[in-house]
């Protein structure tokens, strides 16, 4: 089955950019997420980007993917505190739709 | 527009006993998802609804855990007897049949089992 794997840790200072980097095994994967988990919270839609695209650019938030290598990566310019959270990436196709979820990378934004 | 509704947030029971959690979906959304997560992982998928018909239980351990969507609104999750392994929190998201199928999730309910 399909797994997706991210890094567990990235600190970055306030007003630097972060960028969280994740991997996937299936290419039939349609469509890309980034959700953000903030504590004792449920998961909130960051945004997402469809196979046939490279790049979303949404504020602050970049997505690119690399479709070839089966890498997502998420950008978050002038990163502040209150970005601290764990994002997960998640992948589906348009058959299952159902999720499948990294493990989550916890960014830490110090002041 | 109101989000998804979960309840209770917080439950703690002691192996063996049964416990049962409630979602509410978002308005006119007819998919309906329940994800276990375990601390320190994302979320796993246990059971998907299409309004009041399942789509995939591959995952939900049918000994213990059981799910149903009557009305293909509502939707309840039971466990029946708890294990320690249980512990986890339980997300419910919907989404709509149209777009890129966003899924939006619940609060969630963090359950100890002792």
């Known amino acids: 089955g399909e797994d997706v794997e991210q890094s567990l840790f990235l600190s970055v200072r306030e007003g630097d950019s972060s960028v969280i980097n994740c991997t996937y095994t299936d290419s039939s994967s349609t469509y890309l997420y980034w959700y953000k988990q903030e504590p004792g919270a449920g998961l909130q839609l960051l945004t997402y980007i469809f196979s046939n695209m490279d790049m979303k650019q949404d504020q602050r938030l970049t997505v690119l993917l690399n479709k070839k290598d089966k890498h997502l990566s998420l950008r978050i310019a002038d990163t502040q505190t209150g970005d601290s959270a764990i994002y997960f990436c998640?992948?589906?196709?348009?058959?299952?739709?159902?999720?499948?979820f990294g493990s989550g990378t916890r960014l830490q934004v110090q002041p | 527009e109101a989000g998804v509704a979960q309840s209770p947030r917080y439950k703690i029971i002691e192996k063996r006993q049964s416990v049962a959690f409630w979602c509410n979906p978002i308005s006119g959304h007819a998919t309906l998802y329940w994800y276990q997560q375990i601390l320190g992982q994302g979320p796993k998928l246990l059971i998907q609804f299409q309004n009041n018909g399942v789509v995939d239980d591959s995952q939900l351990p049918k000994d213990r855990f059981s799910a149903e969507r009557l009305k293909g609104v509502d939707s309840t999750l039971k466990i029946q007897p708890a294990k320690l392994e249980d512990s986890a929190v339980y997300l419910c998201?919907?989404?709509?049949?149209?777009?890129?199928?966003?899924?939006?999730f619940g609060p969630g309910t963090r359950l100890t089992v002792t």
């Open positions: 998201a919907s989404s709509s049949r149209t777009g890129a199928y966003e899924q939006y």
């Open positions: 998640a992948v589906t196709d348009t058959g299952r739709r159902a999720l499948t």
